[in-house]
């Protein structure tokens, strides 16, 4: 009997062990399980929410068209999201602060290639991305394009192909979630453009070393994000498969880890 109990415990040892191999392939943060942040741009938002845009702001998702065809729609209500809130801000472009920022800190368990992707709501051209910095300190998590910090388009170019999606992403403005890989309008400090990114072979982000990172997602206009996902996956595509994306977050903000590898060897 110890020996078939003792064998279950090995068993079981192994599939967790290969579970956990495979998911630290990948990982995903909620938008809301921010680190820190600055300023008050920046808000946790729960649905069904009020989602706003730039009334100036064409071409704009079909939703954010008044009934009549003629006049424009300021709103709509978002009433899905993942584990019920995201990140964005419910009230007019004018109350928010350009350069607040919130930031993520996580560990990533194996170096090399990693492909990000955020699932975003992008409603107008006037109100469709956000710079991002990559292991930057706070201090140089600016509103601005420079060495350091990227802006973060959704749909953006007129150049962006298929994605398979039916259309092309810069004629696709709506008030749904839609997965955008990580992307630079100017190829520096990350030299994956949006054209590239949505291209054959789009470019990874290179993390040299295991354990902790981060990641700023700084305000620039009005966008909305619900879930950050990293991958080493090159084939991952949420848009078209968003069961890629781990249902039980494998990795979360690090000092929100609720499963580690330590933990996990003292289950056995």
């Known amino acids: 009997m110890m020996r078939f109990v003792t064998f279950l415990m090995l068993v079981s040892f192994v599939f967790v062990f290969a579970v956990y191999q495979v998911n630290a392939q990948k990982f995903s943060i909620e938008g809301e399980d921010f680190d820190a942040k600055k300023g008050e741009s920046w808000q946790i938002m729960k649905v069904p929410a009020k989602v706003m845009s ?9 939703e954010l068209i008044a009934s009549d065809g003629k006049g424009i729609a300021e709103f709509t209500i978002v009433a899905a999201a993942s584990r019920g809130a995201f ?16 930031k993520y800190t996580f560990d990533i368990p194996k170096a090399g290639d990693w492909y990000i992707w955020a699932r975003v709501i992008a409603p107008t051209i006037g109100d469709n991305s956000f710079f991002v910095g990559i292991d930057v300190p706070d201090a140089k998590a600016v509103a601005e394009d420079n060495n350091d910090m990227n802006i973060w388009d959704f749909h ?28 630079s309008r100017t190829g520096n400090p990350f030299p994956g453009t949006e054209i590239v990114q949505y291209g ?11 354990g ?19 991958t080493m996956d090159a084939s991952d595509n949420p848009n078209k498969n968003q069961s890629v994306v781990p249902d039980i977050i494998a990795v979360e903000t690090r000092n929100k880890l609720t499963t580690t590898w330590g933990q996990l060897k003292q289950r056995f």
């Open 87 to 102: 990140l964005g801000h419910p009230n007019n472009p004018s109350t928010a602060v350009s350069g607040d920022w919130v």
């Open 212 to 230: 902790g990172h981060t990641i700023h997602l700084v305000w620039r206009e009005r966008s909305y994000c619900d879930v950050i996902f990293l």
């Open 54 to 62: 730039n009334p100036d702001s064409t071409p704009r998702a079909p």
């Open 156 to 183: 953006e170019s007129a150049e962006i192909p298929d994605d398979g999606l039916g259309t092309a992403l810069n004629t696709r403005f709506t008030t749904k979630w839609v997965w955008f890989r990580l992307c």
């Open 200 to 210: 054959p072979k789009p470019t990874p982000y290179k993390f040299a070393t295991t």
